[in-house]
C-alpha cells in the first residue's frame, strides 16, 4: 500500500505548528498498513442505538474500532459522541434512564448480550474521562492501584505495579519521590496522566478517552498526547475530542457523528484531506459546529 | 462623584459594624453559659466528684462516678443502636432515594428530628420498660439511638450527595461493582464528615435528660449490665438540682460542668478528626 504524504488541511493545522515537528515524524509511519476496508477490528457496533429517556441520542451506528490503533470520534456538541463511547463499555446505563439498544461486539462477542456482566466489561475497556477524578482519599500510589485493590486483588509486588504504570504514563520520574501525597495535589495534567495510569493498572485491551484534555492547559495536553502516541503500541484507544487539531494529531482514524449519526469513517489523513460527505467538509474547514 | 463615595463607606462601615454586634450578642448567652457554669461548678470538682458514689444526704462529700460511667454507657450503646442503621439508611437515601419509598423514609426522617425528645422517651417506656419491666440502661440507650438516627441519616445523605458524580464514574469505569463503588469510594470520601455529624449528634444526645427520665431512670449505686436502671449525668443535674439540699446543688453545678466539658470535648474531637484527615490529603 502506497503512503500518502500526510498534508492537512491549512485551516485546521496552521494553529497547530507547536506540535507539527513531533507529529509530522509519528504521522509518517502512521499510514502504514491501514486502511478503513481492511482494518482489523477490536471492537465493533451494529445498530447501536442509545436513548435516554425518550430521547433518542445515536440513531443506529455500525463503526469498526480498529485494533491497536487509534480512533477518533469528532463531531459538533450533543452529536452523541460522548455517549457513543460510553456504550462501548456499558457506563451509558449507568445514568437514571439511560439505556442502549444494539450490538457491541468486543471481538466476538456482544457485550450487550443478556449474560454479559456489565461490570466484567469494563475491566477489560477501560475509560479516561473529561475531568481528572483521581480519588481523593487515596495517595498517588494507591490511586495507581485503586482498581485492582478495589477490586479485591492483592498484586505480588505493589511497588513493581505502580512503578510499571507511572513509568508507561510519563509520570513516574514526576511522582517517585512523593507517592505517598494525595493524587489531588498534583497538576490537571498530572491528575490525567495519573487517572490513565490508574486505568492501565487493570490491563484493558481497549481504553476509551473521553475528551481527556479539555480540561487541560496546551502543555499539558501535548503531554497527554505524546503519550496516547505512546499507549497505541500496545492498547486500541478510542478518543472523543472537540478539538479536530487533536484528532489530527493522534488518531489513525477519524470517525464523525452528527445529529446522533455516524456521517463518515475513514483514515483520519483522508476525513481532513478528501472527506466524502459534504457535512464532513463543512464541519472540519468550520463552516458549523 | 464623592458624594457616592462617601455614602458607600458610610454604609459598609454601617453593615459591617452591625454585623459584628449582631454576633456579639450571639455569644453573650454563650458565653454566660460557659462562665456561669464554670465559675459555680469550679467548687464541686475535686478527685472525690469522679471516683466515689453520692453520699446519702446530709453526708458530706461524696461523688457522681456512677453517673459519669453511666452516661458514657448510654452514649456508647446508642451508638452502638443508632450509628449503623442511620448511616445505611442515609446511604440508601443517597443512592436510592428518587423513588416514593425513599422519599417516605427522608420525609419521615425529618419529622422524627422534630419529634419531642420527651416524646422519644415515652414512646421507649412503652416499648421497652413496660414490656420488660423495669427501667435499663438498654432502654435509655434506644430512646438515645431514636433521637440520634435521624440526624445521623440525614447527614449521611447529604454528605454522599456532596461527594462528587466524577468519583462514582471513575470508580464504575475500573470495574467496581455498584456496591463496592458506594461503599469504598462514595462512603469512603464522605467519610470525615460523615464521621463530624455523628459526632455532632452523639454530643447533642449526651446531654438528654428528657428521654432518660423514665428509660434509664437513675441509681444512686453502680449498675452492672445493661438490664439495670443507671445514673447519667443529665438526670442527676435535674434531680439534684430540684432537691432543697445546699450540698447537692453544689454537686449538680460540677455535675453540669463535667457534662458540659464532655460535650465540648466530643465536639472538638470531631473537628480535629476532620482537620487531621483533610490535612493528610
Known amino acids: 500500500m502506497t503512503t500518502p504524504a500526510l498534508t492537512l488541511p491549512k485551516p485546521t493545522m496552521k494553529k497547530t505548528s507547536r506540535a507539527d515537528g513531533a507529529t509530522e515524524e509519528a504521522s509518517k509511519s502512521r499510514w502504514d498498513e491501514v486502511s478503513v476496508s481492511t482494518l482489523v477490528p477490536k471492537m465493533r457496533t451494529e445498530g447501536l442505538h442509545a436513548y435516554f429517556g425518550q430521547a433518542e441520542v445515536l440513531k443506529g451506528i455500525s463503526l469498526k474500532i480498529a485494533e491497536k490503533q487509534v480512533t477518533a470520534v469528532i463531531g459538533p456538541s450533543g452529536c452523541g459522541k460522548s455517549t457513543f463511547v460510553r456504550c462501548l463499555n456499558r457506563m451509558h446505563e449507568v445514568v437514571p434512564g439511560a439505556r442502549a439498544t444494539g450490538q457491541v461486539l468486543l471481538d466476538t462477542q456482544d457485550i450487550y448480550h443478556g449474560d454479559v456482566d456489565a461490570v466484567r466489561v469494563r475491566r477489560r475497556v477501560g475509560m479516561v474521562f473529561q475531568k481528572p477524578n483521581p480519588f481523593p482519599t487515596m495517595s498517588i500510589r494507591d490511586n495507581v492501584l485503586a482498581g485492582l485493590r478495589l477490586n479485591g486483588e492483592r498484586p505480588d509486588d505493589p511497588d513493581a505495579v505502580v512503578e510499571k504504570m507511572l513509568q508507561r504514563v510519563a509520570l513516574w520520574d514526576e511522582v517517585k519521590d512523593i507517592l505517598g501525597r494525595a493524587g489531588t495535589g498534583l497538576s490537571g495534567g498530572q491528575q490525567q496522566r495519573l487517572c490513565i495510569a490508574r486505568s492501565l493498572a487493570l490491563e484493558p485491551e481497549v481504553l476509551l478517552m473521553d475528551e481527556p484534555c479539555s480540561a487541560l492547559d496546551p502543555i499539558a495536553t501535548a503531554r497527554v498526547e505524546e503519550l496516547i502516541h505512546e499507549l497505541r503500541k500496545s492498547y486500541t484507544i478510542v478518543i472523543v475530542t472537540h478539538n479536530m487539531q487533536q484528532a489530527a494529531r493522534v488518531a489513525n482514524f477519524t470517525a464523525f457523528f452528527y445529529l446522533g449519526k455516524l456521517i463518515e469513517h475513514d483514515r483520519t489523513d483522508v476525513i481532513f484531506t478528501r472527506p466524502k460527505e459534504q457535512r464532513t467538509e463543512d464541519y472540519i474547514t468550520g463552516r458549523f459546529g | ?281
Open chain 2, 1 to 281: 462623584m464623592l458624594s457616592t463615595y462617601n455614602r458607600r463607606k458610610f454604609t459598609d462601615v454601617f453593615v459591617r459594624s452591625a454585623c459584628v454586634v449582631a454576633a456579639v450578642i450571639a455569644l453573650i448567652p454563650l458565653i454566660s453559659v460557659l462562665y456561669y457554669v464554670t465559675a459555680r461548678g469550679i467548687g464541686g470538682i475535686n478527685l472525690d466528684f469522679f471516683t466515689e458514689l453520692p453520699k446519702p444526704v446530709g453526708e458530706a462529700g461524696g461523688g457522681m462516678a456512677n453517673a459519669i460511667v453511666g452516661t458514657l454507657k448510654l452514649v456508647l450503646l446508642a451508638c452502638a443502636i443508632g450509628i449503623p442503621p442511620g448511616v445505611l439508611a442515609g446511604v440508601y437515601l443517597a443512592e436510592f432515594g428518587h423513588s416514593r419509598f425513599g422519599k417516605l423514609v427522608r420525609f419521615s426522617a425529618d419529622v422524627m428530628s422534630g419529634v419531642p425528645s420527651i416524646t422519644v422517651g415515652i414512646f421507649v417506656y412503652s416499648l421497652v420498660v413496660l414490656q420488660t419491666k423495669q427501667f435499663s440502661a438498654l432502654a435509655g440507650g434506644i430512646a438515645l439511638a431514636v433521637l440520634m438516627l435521624p440526624t445521623v441519616t440525614r447527614t449521611t445523605e447529604e454528605l454522599l450527595k456532596l461527594v462528587p458524580e466524577s468519583l462514582r464514574e471513575a470508580a464504575l469505569g475500573l470495574g467496581l461493582p455498584k456496591w463496592r463503588a458506594t461503599l469504598r469510594v462514595m462512603l469512603r470520601t464522605a467519610a470525615p464528615g460523615i464521621a463530624t455529624g455523628v459526632m455532632l449528634a452523639v454530643a447533642r444526645v449526651a446531654g438528654e435528660t428528657a428521654p432518660l427520665l423514665f428509660t434509664a431512670f437513675n441509681n444512686r449505686f453502680w449498675s452492672s449490665g445493661l438490664n439495670e436502671p443507671t445514673a447519667s449525668l443529665p438526670v442527676n443535674i435535674y434531680t439534684y438540682a430540684v432537691s432543697p439540699y445546699e450540698e447537692w446543688h453544689r454537686q449538680a453545678w460540677a455535675a453540669a460542668l463535667v457534662l458540659l466539658l464532655l460535650v465540648l470535648l466530643l465536639n472538638v474531637s470531631a473537628r480535629l478528626l476532620v482537620r487531621n484527615r483533610v490535612g493528610a490529603r
